[in-house]
């Protein structure tokens, strides 16, 4: 059964709700994955490579080192401290 739009932007909406901040301290911007990936030279499956590690090891976010990401259904969209490209 597909998913309707509405139905679509209300589980957006509610992660977004229940998502946590960036870090305080920083300043920047959400990113695509495939922005991302052309900002840094990364390959858009190194990327998915590491968020497949961490869930395989049972974590939600990064560790300290790795780009900084947040689910929201499917959509990833990685945290970027020098702003918005």
Known sequence: ???????????????VQNSTPPPATSSGAWLTEAQYAAKYGISRQTLTNWRYVDRKNGRTSAPDGFPIYKKFGNCVRYFDTEGAQ
């Open 1 to 15: 059964m597909p998913i309707s739009n509405a139905r679509a932007r209300r589980a957006l909406k509610r992660a």
